[in-house]
């Protein structure tokens, strides 16, 4: 792909850069953001090249999955290819020590490849493809801990399995297999029908469980939030104790990210989203709070910054942000631009938020302070409908391994 124009940087900016994306500066190495591309022709990661200023450059680069990405419908559309969110879910891309993970929604494996840490947009493939023993894989974990990976299967053949990571060898199957769910979803995943599917999963409580988010749809279909132990030698339980996300003060429910162990706020498409506490031995999660606003328009993915000790809900159908403390309570409301619509998938390092908008867009910025920085602009309009995922490299060492 090309990059469409030269980067739009806010004239504040040359005067004085926030002290959020200075947070970088700490990383005398090289450091890069990246995101998938969903391509029923060929997916591929791209590697876009991150400044010492926390901006992203022209510099990027383009590496095959060795497979094929399959985009979501949508039920209202005649069951089209979703304009935008392909896989309507959130860490399609994960990165932890030295690697980086993702999806081949389309081929269903999960493919796993090495960061050159002298030149982070160079990536090498570690063994090949492997397969996720489901259908429409669409989120990856890994536990810097264990050295181990999990995938999400978000399709009819849905549920998780998990991997030992080899510098070697490359993801080695765990030998348990699918860890099903069998719950009501289609393959590909649908949005606006009455089938769930797949949306997030990570490592939480210091790599002590792995937790999964399974959306709900339609009227009746509610969300789950599926909980499995993870041993002292990183083994990760065959069973998992289901919460569904209704009595917990949700409703469909999407993606989620954690602070403190045990705390977890978990986006909600209804809604902004509910803060919750996990009983490390039951695996049962009780509600803290809930939050909302009317400027809030489907909030599907949230992330949490340990800079500022908030978590945020970022809204597709909006272009506002919610800022969430330790509480559970919106403290504050960013509108971020309104030229853009809303925003998907986000990465955060420090306090300098990277966002994948509906534009062929990547907005950079500092939540500190609620400013813009950067809108970069690449790839075009037509392209947009693939991306998928974002992550950065190095990524930020309080989210590494899960929380």
Sequence with gaps: MKINSVLAILPALAAAIPS??????????PKAAYFLRVDPAGSSVVAVEVGSNG???DTTASFSTGGVGLQTQNYTNGLKPTAIDPLQSQNAVTIGDRFLFTVNSGSDTLVMFKIDHKDPLKLKMVGKPVPTYGEFPVSVAYSTKHKKACVLNGGATNGVSCYSVSHKHGLVPDGVGLRSFGYNATTPGQLGGYSGSGSDIQFATNSSKLVSTFKGAGTTGLGHIDVFDVDSNGDISKNYTDNQIAPLGGVFGFSWSGSEPGH???SDVAFAGSLLSLDFTTNKFTEIATSNSSKFAASCWTVWSPTTDLYYNINAGSPYIGEIDAAGKLENIIEFN?????ATDTAVYGATAYMLTFLNVINVMDLQSGKALQMYDYGTEEDRPYWTGMALYPASPLLVGGV
Excluded: E, P
């Design 264 to 266: 977890m706020f978990v």
């Design 55 to 57: 901006m992203l450059t």
């Design 338 to 342: 309104s030229t853009l619509a809303g």
């Design 20 to 29: 959020s994306t200075k947070g970088w500066s700490a990383h005398s190495s």
